[in-house]
């Protein structure tokens, strides 16, 4: 009952340092999702996958990339964090994109701090 | 116009009362609604779609209205366990778009 797992939970980086979260589910879906949640801004998309082999940039993507790796994993990638990323990470899947309403499922959240 | 607004909250109810959530959403052509809820320091997760016609499930009950592009979430009878932020969620204006996010109405329900 895995679900979407995404790893770290927590991390502390400092300014210019690069990191990757890492994201993968087993539900067979194909779509995958990054948000990030900040105190009264709600959750805002990076980016997404509507399928392997397409990535598509969401409402704040500078600053991130991302990697399709293969239908179970989608990661996200900062190469020189700054401290306006300190943020909570999100990953989610779904069986389609949003258009056909499938359920957006979500992963447990990573917590980083940029210092 | 943001894309979906809520009102931010706290509603702070006793135990037994019945709470209303309102939601506004600017994209016209949006096609799937949903309620989704999420605990302090927790992954949102879903709590019920929004059909055209209304729909409940035990307690809570969902409306929509295309023509004023508004939605809403009725609870009844609150427990404790209520007690979370209820996000109000729509699709994105682009087939495929990830859904859009509304900022979460905050409910603290006290025995």
């Known amino acids: 009952n895995a679900g979407v797992t995404q790893t770290p939970k927590f991390q502390v980086l400092k300014t210019g340092q690069s990191m990757t979260l890492q994201c993968a589910q087993d539900?067979?879906?194909?779509?995958m999702y990054w948000y990030r949640q900040d105190p009264g801004m709600g959750l805002r998309l990076i980016y997404y996958?509507?399928?392997?082999?397409?990535?598509d940039k969401g409402e704040v993507p500078n600053g991130y990339n991302v990697s399709r790796l293969n239908k179970r994993e989608f990661s996200l990638r900062l190469e020189s964090a700054a401290p306006s990323q300190t943020s909570v990470y999100f990953c989610?899947?779904?069986?389609?994109?949003?258009?056909?309403?499938?359920?957006?499922?979500f992963g447990e959240g990573s917590w980083l701090t940029v210092v | 116009r943001k894309e979906v607004e809520q009102d931010p909250g706290p509603f702070n109810v006793p135990e037994g009362a019945t709470v209303a959530f309102n939601c506004t959403y600017s994209?016209?052509?949006?096609?799937?609604f949903f309620w989704y809820r999420q605990d302090c320091r927790k992954e949102p997760k879903l709590l019920m779609s929004?059909?055209?016609s209304g729909n409940e499930d035990g307690r809570f009950t969902a409306q929509l209205n295309r023509a004023s592009q508004y939605i809403s979430l009725l609870i009844r009878d609150s427990k404790l366990s209520d007690s979370a932020t209820y996000l109000c969620?729509?699709?994105?204006?682009?087939?495929?778009?990830?859904?859009?996010f509304g900022k979460g109405t905050t409910l603290s329900v006290s025995s």
């Open positions: 989610a899947s779904s069986a389609q994109g949003a258009q056909s309403g499938n359920t957006i499922y």
């Open positions: 969620v729509v699709n994105g204006d682009q087939a495929g778009t990830a859904l859009i």
């Open positions: 994209n016209s052509a949006s096609q799937s």
């Open positions: 996958s509507a399928s392997e082999g397409t990535t």
């Open positions: 539900m067979n879906h194909n779509s």
């Open positions: 929004v059909y055209s």
